[in-house]
């Protein structure tokens, strides 16, 4: 009996410092040897595909789309060459980012030459269904970049992105915690200057 009993708290402790860590698969994996062990009682969640978008490659070889910074459209183009999303200084303006308390103080090489940018963390950044929160990005300084860039710092948060004939096909997590509340999607958008 005190056997069974060290067995069941060791897999409720297991399975609590999976829920802790936060990572999808492992939640799912330990959701599903509890329900074999006890053969009933907990639930897995209804299957919720993963968030995926296609964008297919522009006549001038780029992949360019249209995002939503904040709530608001702006073009941008891939470039997984850059480790941050990079904004223009006019769509960091238009999209209502605070651009004259900015610090321009990052030194960043662009395809045009060297520049300065400027630090801050887009509340929300959305490419068609996937969307990131608190995503990390720089502003560069007025008439210094023409096109925006989607770097890394969105990329690397994805469950994967590759290109196949002319295609580029970005797939985020699924949403096994059903964590998303009708509260937590009509929040208002907001920037944060680091």
Do not use: C
């Amino acid at each position: 009996m005190n056997r069974i009993l060290l067995v069941i708290l060791l897999l409720m402790a297991t399975a609590g410092a999976v829920v802790a860590y936060g990572d999808p698969d492992q939640i799912a994996r330990a959701r599903q040897n509890l329900t074999q062990i006890f053969g009933r009682g907990i639930a897995a969640p209804a299957a919720v595909p993963a968030p995926a978008v296609q964008i297919a490659r522009s006549q001038g070889g780029e992949f360019a789309f249209r995002a939503k910074i904040n709530g608001i459209s702006a073009p941008m183009v891939i470039d997984t060459g850059a480790t941050s999303v990079v904004l223009t200084w006019e769509t960091a303006k238009a999209i209502g980012l605070p651009t004259d308390m900015l610090e321009y103080n990052v030194d960043l090489e662009t395809a045009g030459g060297h520049t300065k940018a400027a630090r801050l963390t887009l509340d929300r950044l959305a490419v068609g269904k996937l969307v990131e929160k608190s995503v990390p990005a720089l502003v560069v300084q007025r008439g210094q970049m023409k096109t925006n860039l989607l770097g890394m710092s969105f990329l690397d948060r994805l469950e994967s992105w590759g290109v196949r004939s002319d295609t580029l096909s970005l797939t985020g997590y699924p949403d096994v915690t059903g964590s998303i509340t009708p509260s937590s999607r009509h929040r208002r958008p907001r920037a944060v200057v680091d």
